[in-house]
């Protein structure tokens, strides 16, 4: 007997899961055991043109309905959003039904109560498609490395931010240009905010964090700042440094183990750093562990096809699941470890100042790093009269130390402008705070 399937939202990923699922109708079915099919697809609304090739009789718009019919077996949602996705993942759940879904932003909200009605209904939830798209990386995290500890996730995880920052380093574009066509290419969320602001990539860090660390961490968590400050004058003084802008996605244990950092925004990372050659809507990630060491993650991470590549993956496997009896019971173990605040977390940060080239100006800029315990590692200047230009980095220091020391520069007589301001990253072990 088939399997069947209900597919909920028909967009840029769930078109893509149907074509999928027809097209390779025989290789699922020797690999699960038994055939897959699509017992039914919601869609918002049925007017809209579908060439998807399925029996237009199996649309719906009633999503709750398809979920709750009884001879659905397995669910897959790829509508997004809090709800309705919430409330139709935990009706599957409660009627015994899998679950497979991309859905971050729903996961870093409530994956704890939908993991614990999943470990209660004894069914399974399986979500590799809501990080890093088609790059196997949340199933490794939790089954490949579940005999190790894991100590940090660093990577890039919002394709549509690196296709804009990579456009904007390698050719120059605007940044409303670039954002048009990431979204034209299927990589941006429905309000496209969520990837600009960094609420994506917060949301995915808030997930692997969970992953890694084995404790609750919810986007609230999660320091977040996204790429909407990020300007040229930035990118270009990346580029004079040696370095590029990438939003990087950073979760952290504190150097006793004792909590996690988790945080998102913008870095500039030197050209030879392995994550500066990630471009277009590309994700990589290393995860750092114990024992394994250092592991990089590489590959899409958007679009349409690729994503699709994640959600048959995991619909084989709670297909075979099912057809075994048994499922994956995930979050039961926490280890209640805390999330530290960003201002304890150690970061380095690069600014560039305008300034007049006059004799006790670097001085006056020396003694603001100075009195808030921050080390320089180095300074140099461009240009010289009353256009020029000091462009600092510090070692690390706590980043509430940094962020006073920017503070006060700001409100410095002998300082025109506060041209550049962003965190540099190395790829060093040493960052710990
Ligand atoms: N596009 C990507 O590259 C990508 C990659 C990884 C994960 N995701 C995730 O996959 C999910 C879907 O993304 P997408 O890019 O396909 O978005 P999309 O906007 O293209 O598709 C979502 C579809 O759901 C439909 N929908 C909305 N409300 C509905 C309802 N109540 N009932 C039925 N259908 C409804 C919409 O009309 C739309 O067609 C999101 O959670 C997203 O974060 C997307
Ligand atoms: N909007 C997301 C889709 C993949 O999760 C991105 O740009 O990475
Ligand atoms: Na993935």
């Known amino acids: ?34 055939p897959v099919e699509i017992g039914g697809v919601a ?37 997004g959003g809090i709800e309705p996705a919430r409330s139709l993942i935990l009706s599957a759940i409660k009627s015994g039904k899998s679950v497979v879904t991309a859905n971050k ?23 590799e498609a809501s990080v890093a798209g088609a790059i196997p990386l949340l199933r490794p995290l939790r089954d490949s490395l579940a005999g190790d500890r894991v100590n940090r996730v660093l990577g890039i995880v919002n394709g549509t931010t690196n296709y804009i920052l990579d456009r904007m380093d390698s050719i120059g574009s605007g940044f409303a240009e670039s954002l048009d066509e990431a979204q034209s290419l299927g990589y941006a969320e429905a309000d496209p905010t969520a990837d600009i602001e960094g609420f994506d990539a917060a949301a995915k860090a808030a997930i692997l964090a969970r992953l890694a660390f084995h404790t609750r961490v919810t986007a609230a968590d999660v320091h977040r700042e996204g790429i909407t400050e990020v300007s040229a004058a930035d990118i270009a003084s990346a580029k004079d440094m040696g370095c590029v802008v990438k939003l990087l996605a950073i979760c952290q244990r504190s150097q006793g183990g004792a909590s996690v950092g988790v945080r998102v925004h913008p870095v500039m990372l030197p050209r030879e750093h392995p994550l500066a050659t990630v471009n277009g809507a590309y994700n990589a990630v290393f995860v750092e562990a114990e024992s394994a060491g250092r592991l990089m993650f590489y590959g899409a991470g958007a679009g349409g096809e690729p994503t699709a590549s ?46 007049a080239d006059r004799p006790g100006v670097l001085a006056r800029v020396a ?67």
């Not at 932003?105 to 979500?127: F, N, Q, S, T, W």
């Open 43 to 79: 869609v918002r609304r049925l007017d809209r043109a579908r060439d998807t090739g399925l029996d237009p009789d199996l649309f719906t718009t009633d999503a709750i309905g398809l979920v709750n019919r009884p001879d659905i077996d397995l669910v897959v949602e790829v509508i």
């Open 1 to 34: 007997m088939a399997l069947k399937v209900a597919l909920l939202g028909c967009g840029v990923v769930g078109s893509e899961v149907v074509r999928l699922v027809r097209e390779q109708s025989a290789e699922l079915a020797a690999r699960i055991g038994a």
């Open 105 to 127: 932003a729903l996961l870093a909200e409530d994956g704890a109560a939908i993991h614990a009605a999943a470990r209660e209904a004894g069914v399974d939830v399986y979500y």
């Open 310 to 355: 994640a959600v048959l993956g995991d619909l084989v496997a709670v297909a075979r699941n099912k057809l075994a009896g048994t499922f994956v019971a995930e979050g039961a173990h926490d280890t209640g470890l805390p999330v530290h605040p960003m201002g304890v977390t150690t970061t380095s940060y690069h600014v560039a100042l305008d300034v």
């Open 367 to 433: 003694d603001v790093f100075a009195e808030n315990d921050v080390s320089i590692k180095n300074v140099r200047q461009e240009g010289s009269g009353e256009d020029a230009q000091l462009v600092l980095v510090s070692h690390r220091a706590p980043d509430a130390a940094l962020a006073e020391t920017v503070r006060r520069l700001h409100a410095l007589a002998e300082v025109r402008s506060v041209a550049s301001v962003m965190r540099v990253e190395a790829f060093t072990d040493e960052n710990t705070p």
